[in-house]
């Protein structure tokens, strides 16, 4: 799957204040709404995301890929890909 991230936000709990820092785009309620579930699901994994300074990534919509190697043999080195 590809999909080109529309949000970057900082977020870390101060005072008992979640404080957001947008990176890249903006915050919205619906972005802020998504950093507090994943700061609590996070919890049940032994994560406490809220102590810390985390990215949080939001991209508006994935879209389905099928890119295949087809030649023989291991990939040497990184590859990285343009996508513009």
Do not use: Q, W
């Not at 389905?64 to 023989?72: C, H, L, P, W």
């Amino acid at each position: 799957m590809i999909g080109k991230v529309c949000a970057i936000i900082a977020a870390v709990e101060k005072d008992g204040e979640i404080e957001y820092e947008a990176e890249l785009g903006d915050v919205t309620n619906e972005h802020k709404d998504t950093i507090v579930k994943a700061m609590e699901d996070a919890l049940s994994y032994g994560y406490a995301l809220k102590n810390y300074k985390h990215k949080y990534f939001f991209v508006d919509k994935f879209y389905e890929t099928d890119f295949r190697k087809v030649s023989k043999r291991a990939p040497m080195g990184v590859k990285i890909f343009d996508l513009k």
